[in-house]
């Protein structure tokens, strides 16, 4: 994933805090291409949000402010390294939550800063997008299938700084269906693994819409069928054990069919976008990925598009800061640096051209 130009190894320490996790790490890119994790620390905000049953952006942006430093400590204590043997700095600069990424924005620009080294503000989507290279040492172009509680995207990703959108969502995020899904059914937050556990206990004979399903574009809509969820729940109350099992179930079932046409009609689409003979690979990103049966779902769908599917290991899947790193090292190899005014942006996509998605509440 470098470029030829490169003769000695980069050490990058990345730091992200776009969400509800405070992390530090610090990742070297080999001469010779490959990518070594040198230390990663997640600290998960986790207690100070459960209560709220989703994140509180305000606490966040303060728990940031309190954590950062220690993870960033504590990151080059476990990679044996001090700030000078460093030669980049990258934040996630979005999109996420604007107070938080303040906060990874301006530390990583004081470190640049005081160290005179460069400063790389990373898209924390691309950092999802190109955590494969540090993986599995993956050529481009791919397509990418990013599940979280922020984001559901199909992306074509055809080089560094070069990605097709082809799918998003047009309301809900998919973690986010699955979070909400749970609220409602008085399970615990985050939602997708309570879902998960209690569908392994269920049937899925609910009747729950699949919104979307046969459209041409492959987009995503989650809205309607949290909706379903909850009328179909409201007809049972008060609600049993079982009936809260077979709710899941049904609502898990909804969304592995939802996935499933949906990249289809995306592997239907690569090569026209990719270009033709491009290699079939489909990485699978976010948290949601951790969910079992909609990886096995789209393990075979995949391979009926004749596609493989790569998932890197879970704590790579969730929110980090080895991809902020790895992205900023990948970056700065092709000399794709930012200066000190570069701003944190909520909004950040990652596919500026692409055409707006029409619904309510699109989340680019
Ligand atoms: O990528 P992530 O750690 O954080 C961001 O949202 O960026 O993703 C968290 C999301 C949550 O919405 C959580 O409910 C969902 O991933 N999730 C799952 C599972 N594990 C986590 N969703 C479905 N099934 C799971 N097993
Ligand atoms: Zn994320």
Known sequence: ???????????????????????????????????????????SQLDLHAAYGGVVPEIAARAHVELLDAAILQALGEAGLTLDQIDG??????????????????????????????FIAVNHLEAHALTAGLTDRLAFPYLLLLVSGGHTQLLVIKDVGDYERLGTTLDDALGEAFDKAAKLLGLGYPGGPEVERNAAKGRPTIKLPRPMVGRDEPHFSLAGLKTALRHEAMARAPLSEQDV?????????????????????????????????AQRIL???????????????????????????????AELCTDNAAMIAWTGAVRLVRGMTDDLSAPARARWPLDPDAPPALGAGVKA
């Open 89 to 118: 700095v990258a934040a996630a600069a979005g999109p996420g939550l604007i107070g938080g990424l303040i906060v990874g924005v301006v530390t990583a620009k004081a470190i640049a800063l005081g160290r005179g080294v460069p």
């Open 245 to 277: 099992a077979d709710l899941c179930a049904s609502f898990q079932e909804a969304v592995a069919d939802i996935l499933s046409d949906r990249t289809s009609r995306a592997f239907e689409l690569y090569e026209k976008h990719a270009g033709k003979g």
């Open 283 to 313: 990485v699978l990103a976010g948290g949601v990925a951790a969910n079992r049966r909609l990886r096995s779902t789209l393990e075979a769908t995949a391979r009926k598009h004749i596609f493989r599917l790569i998932v890197p290991p």
């Open 1 to 43: 994933m470098t470029s030829s130009s490169q003769s000695t190894p980069l050490t990058v320490l990345g730091i992200e805090t776009s969400c509800d996790e405070t992390a530090a790490a610090l990742v070297r890119l080999e001469a010779d291409g490959c990518g070594k994790i040198l230390s990663s620390v997640v600290r």
